[in-house]
């Protein structure tokens, strides 16, 4: 199976660190999986490559990031969530919206997204993940990522993300490139770097026309010593435990009326979409004994 990959990486100058990835696969089988219409498909896109960027950047072995994008507009939440170890995962609550533009090409992701906030949970196998929330600046996802981490982590950081699709809808190429910069950068390259992020206005289609990810990332900041590369797939960890936990936190009511309607509990994976089955009867006697020892 083709796999999604990040490549970490400094500039030839040494001044700046550099993410770059490319998420197609992900992305292609995101769609596909919970039937993403084009925008929807564009914000959970480039909420992926920057979870992956940040997953592949953490410094533990078993870490995680999850990215959630809470915002007023019509596309809902979105909640992109990647493992060091090369796991991906996604979704977000509203599958099909219309192709809203602000000019040729471009997806107006802001008026999907709306006004809201960015929360960046990173599980660094610590007791309790580190959790920061930023308002959004504009809801394209890249600017309010940057923003993320000149607010919450002090980092001088500039941010490309997009997703490309041809006009029958089908997903050609996804990814971007997040640069931050070193303490120490000399003013000309800060600026120089900042012009070449400038000029990166559609990342998806010159990742597309580049051909490799390596060629992409250097032609928009030139020279770069690659340092590292992790390969991401699609997988879920939810498991029946977690969704009969799930169901047993419904209302007894709720269970009860799908017992006298002879329907089976069902819980559905919201970044997966795969469905757990519970005999209602079963669950009222577990609500029960829970209950009875004082534990639900
Ligand atoms: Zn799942």
């Given at each position: 199976m083709e796999k999604s990959r990040v490549l970490r990486g400094m500039t030839a100058r040494g001044g700046a660190r550099v993410l770059a990835v490319d998420s197609l696969p992900a992305v292609r089988d995101l769609k596909e999986l919970h039937g993403l219409s084009v925008l929807p498909c564009a914000v959970l896109g480039r909420l992926m490559s920057a979870a992956m960027a940040m997953a592949a950047d953490l410094k533990v072995e078993r870490g995680r990031v999850t990215l959630v994008l809470e915002g007023d507009?019509?596309?809902?939440r979105a909640v992109a969530d990647a493992e060091t170890r090369g796991l991906a995962r996604g979704f977000i609550s509203t599958r099909e919206l219309p192709g809203?533009?602000?000019?040729?090409?471009?997806?107006?992701l802001s008026r999907a997204v709306g006004k809201g906030f960015l929360e960046v949970i990173k599980?660094?196998?610590?007791?309790e993940p580190v959790r920061s929330r930023v308002e959004l600046l504009?809801?394209?996802i890249a600017e309010d990522l940057a923003y993320y981490f000149a607010k919450s982590e002090q980092i001088p950081s500039a941010c490309a993300l997009g997703v490309r699709f041809s006009p029958?809808?089908?997903?050609l190429s996804s990814g971007g490139i997040l640069v931050q910069v070193m303490p120490g950068a000399s003013e000309e390259e800060i600026s120089e770097l900042e012009r070449r992020m400038r000029a990166l206005t559609s990342p998806s289609y010159s990742l597309e026309r580049a051909g490799s990810l390596e060629a992409f990332a250097e032609e928009a900041l030139g020279e770069i010593r690659w340092l590292g590369e992790v390969r991401f797939e699609l997988s879920c960890r939810c498991s029946e435990e977690m969704a009969r936990s799930i169901a047993l936190s419904m209302p007894r009511e709720e269970i009860a009326e799908h017992l006298r309607r002879g329907e089976e509990v069902e819980v559905v994976c919201s970044f997966c979409e795969r469905a757990y089955r519970f005999d209602p009867a079963r669950l009222l006697e577990e609500v029960e004994r829970l209950e009875g020892e004082g534990g639900r």
């Amino acid at each position: 199976m083709e796999k999604s990959r990040v490549l970490r990486g400094m500039t030839a100058r040494g001044g700046a660190r550099v993410l770059a990835v490319d998420s197609l696969p992900a992305v292609r089988d995101l769609k596909e999986l919970h039937g993403l219409s084009v925008l929807p498909c564009a914000v959970l896109g480039r909420l992926m490559s920057a979870a992956m960027a940040m997953a592949a950047d953490l410094k533990v072995e078993r870490g995680r990031v999850t990215l959630v994008l809470e915002g007023d507009g019509p596309a809902g939440r979105a909640v992109a969530d990647a493992e060091t170890r090369g796991l991906a995962r996604g979704f977000i609550s509203t599958r099909e919206l219309p192709g809203w533009t602000r000019g040729p090409g471009k997806l107006d992701l802001s008026r999907a997204v709306g006004k809201g906030f960015l929360e960046v949970i990173k599980d660094l196998g610590l007791r309790e993940p580190v959790r920061s929330r930023v308002e959004l600046l504009s809801g394209e996802i890249a600017e309010d990522l940057a923003y993320y981490f000149a607010k919450s982590e002090q980092i001088p950081s500039a941010c490309a993300l997009g997703v490309r699709f041809s006009p029958e809808g089908e997903v050609l190429s996804s990814g971007g490139i997040l640069v931050q910069v070193m303490p120490g950068a000399s003013e000309e390259e800060i600026s120089e770097l900042e012009r070449r992020m400038r000029a990166l206005t559609s990342p998806s289609y010159s990742l597309e026309r580049a051909g490799s990810l390596e060629a992409f990332a250097e032609e928009a900041l030139g020279e770069i010593r690659w340092l590292g590369e992790v390969r991401f797939e699609l997988s879920c960890r939810c498991s029946e435990e977690m969704a009969r936990s799930i169901a047993l936190s419904m209302p007894r009511e709720e269970i009860a009326e799908h017992l006298r309607r002879g329907e089976e509990v069902e819980v559905v994976c919201s970044f997966c979409e795969r469905a757990y089955r519970f005999d209602p009867a079963r669950l009222l006697e577990e609500v029960e004994r829970l209950e009875g020892e004082g534990g639900r």
